[in-house]
C-alpha cells in the first residue's frame, strides 16, 4: 500500500521514529521522501511487495534466522537496488554496512535496542496514511523515552542528544546562571559554536518572568521564541523547574529561516520536565556525595579514621592518589554574610569554570577547599571566588593557603596551615589570600596570639598610645603608616594626606605622650612588632 503523500526521514525522526533513533550514515539522504515502511520478515521472502520508497525496518537477529549467510552490508545494497529510501536496524552496525550506506546515499538508522519493530510500523504507517499523532500525544511519547533514558542514568547529555535527534535541531540546557550543562545537535560542530555560547550567555532577551526563578516556578509558562540576531538564529527556550524553583533552561536552536511548530513546543516544554528530574537526581546525588565525602574529611581531619581508612573512601569520591592538592579556608569577612553553603557553591562552580579538580566541603560555618594543583592554581580558584562573592554579595571573604601537599598524609598540615593563614587574614581585614609562607613574621605572632606574654609586650610597649581613644586611633594610624613607608616623613604625610607640619606635630605629641625613642633601632623594632600584635588582637 502506498501513502498518498511521504514524508521525509528526518520528519519521520521528528514525527514517529522512538527516542535515541541515530543516523548512523547516509546522511545525504535525510530529506528524501517515504512512501512506506515495510519489516523484515524471518521467512523468505525478507521485504515482500517493496515498490520504491520504503523504509525498511531489521532487527539484526531477525536477518540471521532467515539465513546464516546474509550480512547487513549485501542487505544494505539489495534494499538500495530496490529503490528503498532508509533502512532502520536494531543491533550494532559495523562500520563495513556503515560504509555501503554512505556510498549509495541511503540513510542507515540505529534504532535503539528496546525498539519495538511493529510498533514503529504501525506509528510510521499511520502518519503516511494521513492520520498523524497530535502534538501533545508525540510530545508525551518522546516524554516517556526520555524518562527511559533518565532511569538508565544516562545523563544531561545523553538526554540533549535525543532530543536534538528528535527535532532535528541544536539542543541545549543551561543551569540558572545560563551556565551550559549539555549540548547536542548540528551547530554544536560549527565554527560559529563558541560565538553561539557567548550570545546563550545574555540573560537580557529572556523574559522578565523566567529570570524570577520564583515566579516562573508559579506560572508554569509555555516555550517562547527568541531572536539571537547577533548569532542569526532562533531560540525556542522552556524554563527547568524543580521543587518550587526555576533552575534552568533547555533551548532549541534554529537558523533563520528556519522555524518551530506546534510539535517543536509540545516537545520543549516535555523535554524540560524530563531535565528538571534529571537535575533534581543529579544534584541530590551530589548532595549525598557531600555528606558523605564531608564526614570523611572531619573525621580524619579530626584524627578519627587512619590515613588509609581515608585515603580509600576518598578515591572513591574523586580524590586523585598521584595529584597534588593544595589547601584553601574560607570565610566571610562578616557574620554569615555570605554563608557557608553560598560560599560552597561558588568554590565549585569556579573550579568547574577554571577545569580544577577541588574537593568542597562546608566546615563551621567556613569552607574548607581542597584544590588539584600547586599553589597557582588554589590562588586562581581562591581570587576568582572572591571576585564573584564581590559580585554577587557584595562583601568580602577572607582566606588561607596551606602548602601543597603530596599526599593525603600532608593534607592536616596543609589544613592547619591554611586555618592560621585564615585567622590572620580575617583578622587583618585582607581581601586578597594570604599564603602560610607570604605571612613571615605574622605567622609566629599568630601562632602566639593566645598568649598572655604577647598581650603584656603589646601594653608595655606602646604605653598609654594602647588605651582605646579617637586620639590615639590617630596615633596609631600615624604610626602604621610611618613604618609602612620605612620612616619616610614625606612620604608618610602624603599617604595619610596631612601636610608635613602636621606629621611632625603628631610625631612629636605620640613621644611625649608614650616616652618613644624612634630613633633607637630597638625601639623601632618593639613598636614595629607591638602594631602588627595589635591587628592580631
Same mark, same amino acid.
Given at each position: 500500500?502506498?501513502?498518498?503523500?511521504?514524508?521525509?526521514? *528526518? $520528519?519521520?525522526?521528528?514525527?514517529?521514529?522512538?527516542?535515541?533513533?541515530?543516523?548512523?550514515?547516509?546522511?545525504?539522504?535525510?530529506?528524501?521522501?517515504?512512501?512506506?515502511? *515495510?519489516?523484515?520478515?524471518?521467512?523468505?521472502?525478507?521485504?515482500?511487495?517493496?515498490?520504491?520508497?520504503?523504509?525498511?525496518?531489521?532487527?539484526?537477529?531477525?536477518? !540471521? #534466522?532467515?539465513?546464516?549467510?546474509?550480512?547487513?552490508?549485501?542487505?544494505?545494497?539489495?534494499?538500495?537496488?530496490?529503490?528503498?529510501?532508509?533502512?532502520?536496524?536494531?543491533?550494532?552496525?559495523?562500520?563495513?554496512?556503515? =560504509?555501503?550506506? /554512505?556510498?549509495?546515499?541511503? @540513510?542507515?538508522?540505529?534504532?535503539?535496542?528496546?525498539?519495538?519493530?511493529?510498533?514503529?510500523?504501525?506509528?510510521?504507517?499511520?502518519?503516511?496514511?494521513?492520520?498523524?499523532?497530535?502534538?501533545?500525544?508525540?510530545?508525551?511519547?518522546?516524554?516517556?523515552?526520555?524518562?527511559?533514558?533518565?532511569?538508565?542514568?544516562?545523563? #544531561?547529555?545523553?538526554?540533549?542528544?535525543?532530543?536534538?535527534?528528535?527535532?532535528?535541531?541544536?539542543?541545549?540546557?543551561?543551569?540558572?546562571?545560563?551556565?551550559?550543562?549539555?549540548?547536542?545537535?548540528?551547530?554544536?560542530?560549527?565554527?560559529?559554536?563558541?560565538?553561539?555560547? /557567548?550570545?546563550?550567555?545574555?540573560?537580557? @532577551?529572556?523574559?522578565?518572568?523566567?529570570?524570577?526563578?520564583?515566579?516562573?516556578?508559579?506560572?508554569?509558562?509555555?516555550?517562547?521564541?527568541?531572536?539571537?540576531?547577533?548569532?542569526?538564529?532562533?531560540?525556542?527556550?522552556?524554563?527547568?523547574?524543580?521543587?518550587?524553583?526555576?533552575?534552568?533552561?533547555?533551548?532549541?536552536?534554529?537558523?533563520?529561516?528556519?522555524?518551530?511548530?506546534?510539535?517543536?513546543?509540545?516537545?520543549?516544554?516535555?523535554?524540560?520536565?524530563?531535565?528538571?528530574?534529571?537535575?533534581?537526581? $543529579?544534584?541530590?546525588?551530589?548532595?549525598?556525595?557531600?555528606?558523605?565525602?564531608?564526614? +570523611?574529611?572531619?573525621?580524619?581531619?579530626?584524627?578519627?579514621?587512619?590515613?588509609?581508612?581515608?585515603?580509600?573512601? #576518598?578515591?572513591?569520591?574523586?580524590?586523585?592518589?598521584?595529584?597534588?592538592?593544595?589547601?584553601?579556608?574560607?570565610?566571610?569577612?562578616?557574620?554569615?554574610?555570605?554563608?557557608?553553603?553560598?560560599?560552597?557553591?561558588?568554590?565549585? $562552580?569556579?573550579?568547574?569554570?577554571?577545569?580544577?579538580?577541588?574537593?568542597?566541603?562546608?566546615?563551621?560555618?567556613?569552607?574548607?577547599?581542597?584544590?588539584?594543583?600547586?599553589?597557582?592554581?588554589?590562588? /586562581?580558584?581562591?581570587?576568582?571566588?572572591?571576585?564573584? +562573592?564581590?559580585?554577587?554579595?557584595?562583601?568580602?571573604?577572607?582566606?588561607?593557603?596551606?602548602?601543597? %601537599?603530596?599526599?593525603?598524609?600532608?593534607? !592536616?598540615?596543609?589544613?592547619?596551615? %591554611?586555618?592560621?593563614?585564615?585567622?590572620?587574614?580575617?583578622?587583618?581585614?585582607?581581601? =586578597?589570600?594570604?599564603?602560610?609562607?607570604?605571612?613571615?613574621?605574622?605567622?609566629?605572632?599568630?601562632?602566639?596570639?593566645?598568649?598572655?606574654?604577647?598581650?603584656?609586650?603589646?601594653?608595655?610597649?606602646?604605653?598609654?598610645?594602647?588605651?582605646? *581613644?579617637?586620639?590615639?586611633?590617630?596615633?596609631?594610624?600615624?604610626?602604621?603608616?610611618?613604618?609602612?613607608?620605612?620612616?619616610?616623613?614625606?612620604?608618610?604625610?602624603?599617604?595619610?594626606?596631612?601636610?608635613?607640619?602636621?606629621?611632625?606635630?603628631?610625631?612629636?605629641?605620640?613621644?611625649?605622650?608614650?616616652?618613644?625613642?624612634?630613633?633607637?633601632?630597638?625601639?623601632?623594632?618593639?613598636?614595629?612588632? %607591638?602594631?602588627?600584635?595589635?591587628?592580631?588582637?
Amino acid at each position: 500500500m502506498l501513502a498518498s503523500s511521504g514524508y521525509t526521514v *528526518s $520528519e519521520l525522526l521528528k514525527l514517529a521514529l522512538p527516542v535515541g533513533t541515530l543516523v548512523v550514515a547516509g546522511h545525504r539522504g535525510i530529506n528524501h521522501p517515504v512512501t512506506w515502511i *515495510s519489516v523484515l520478515n524471518t521467512r523468505p521472502p525478507a521485504f515482500p511487495d517493496l515498490r520504491g520508497g520504503e523504509m525498511a525496518l531489521l532487527s539484526l537477529d531477525a536477518m !540471521r #534466522l532467515l539465513s546464516d549467510k546474509l550480512t547487513l552490508v549485501s542487505l544494505v545494497r539489495d534494499l538500495a537496488e530496490m529503490d528503498v529510501t532508509a533502512i532502520g536496524v536494531v543491533g550494532e552496525i559495523a562500520q563495513p554496512a556503515q =560504509t555501503t550506506a /554512505d556510498e549509495l546515499n541511503i @540513510p542507515l538508522l540505529r534504532l535503539p535496542d528496546t525498539t519495538s519493530l511493529r510498533d514503529v510500523e504501525s506509528h510510521v504507517a499511520r502518519l503516511l496514511v494521513g492520520a498523524p499523532m497530535p502534538a501533545y500525544e508525540r510530545a508525551q511519547e518522546v516524554r516517556e523515552q526520555l524518562l527511559q533514558l533518565s532511569t538508565e542514568n544516562r545523563g #544531561l547529555e545523553a538526554l540533549a542528544a535525543a532530543l536534538a535527534d528528535v527535532v532535528g535541531k541544536t539542543v541545549v540546557v543551561q543551569d540558572k546562571r545560563l551556565r551550559p550543562l549539555a549540548a547536542a545537535g548540528p551547530l554544536t560542530q560549527t565554527a560559529d559554536w563558541p560565538a553561539i555560547e /557567548d550570545a546563550l550567555y545574555d540573560i537580557n @532577551p529572556l523574559p522578565a518572568l523566567f529570570r524570577d526563578r520564583m515566579e516562573v516556578a508559579q506560572a508554569s509558562p509555555d516555550p517562547v521564541s527568541i531572536e539571537l540576531p547577533q548569532v542569526g538564529l532562533h531560540r525556542l527556550i522552556a524554563p527547568v523547574v524543580a521543587g518550587k524553583m526555576g533552575r534552568g533552561f533547555l533551548s532549541i536552536l534554529a537558523r533563520d529561516g528556519d522555524t518551530y511548530d506546534e510539535l517543536d513546543v509540545a516537545l520543549a516544554r516535555s523535554a524540560a520536565a524530563v531535565v528538571a528530574l534529571e537535575m533534581a537526581k $543529579e544534584k541530590a546525588i551530589r548532595e549525598a556525595q557531600k555528606r558523605v565525602q564531608g564526614n +570523611v574529611l572531619e573525621q580524619f581531619l579530626g584524627g578519627m579514621i587512619n590515613e588509609n581508612e581515608a585515603l580509600l573512601r #576518598l578515591t572513591r569520591l574523586g580524590y586523585q592518589p598521584d595529584q597534588h592538592y593544595t589547601t584553601l579556608y574560607i570565610g566571610g569577612l562578616r557574620e554569615n554574610m555570605p554563608t557557608a553553603r553560598q560560599i560552597e557553591a561558588l568554590c565549585n $562552580e569556579q573550579s568547574s569554570a577554571l577545569g580544577y579538580g577541588a574537593l568542597v566541603q562546608p566546615y563551621g560555618s567556613e569552607v574548607i577547599v581542597f584544590c588539584e594543583g600547586d599553589e597557582n592554581a588554589a590562588r /586562581d580558584l581562591a581570587l576568582a571566588v572572591q571576585g564573584r +562573592v564581590a559580585e554577587r554579595y557584595r562583601t568580602e571573604v577572607a582566606i588561607g593557603m596551606g602548602q601543597p %601537599a603530596t599526599d593525603l598524609r600532608a593534607w !592536616r598540615e596543609s589544613f592547619q596551615q %591554611a586555618v592560621t593563614a585564615y585567622r590572620t587574614a580575617h583578622q587583618w581585614r585582607l581581601t =586578597t589570600p594570604l599564603a602560610i609562607w607570604e605571612m613571615g613574621v605574622y605567622r609566629l605572632l599568630s601562632l602566639l596570639a593566645d598568649s598572655p606574654e604577647l598581650r603584656k609586650f603589646y601594653y608595655e610597649t606602646l604605653g598609654e598610645l594602647a588605651g582605646n *581613644s579617637m586620639a590615639n586611633a590617630e596615633f596609631i594610624t600615624t604610626l602604621e603608616a610611618f613604618f609602612e613607608e620605612h620612616g619616610n616623613l614625606t612620604r608618610t604625610a602624603k599617604r595619610l594626606h596631612v601636610h608635613r607640619n602636621t606629621l611632625l606635630y603628631r610625631m612629636e605629641r605620640i613621644r611625649e605622650i608614650s616616652g618613644l625613642d624612634l630613633d633607637n633601632p630597638e625601639t623601632r623594632l618593639a613598636v614595629h612588632l %607591638a602594631l602588627r600584635i595589635r591587628r592580631i588582637l
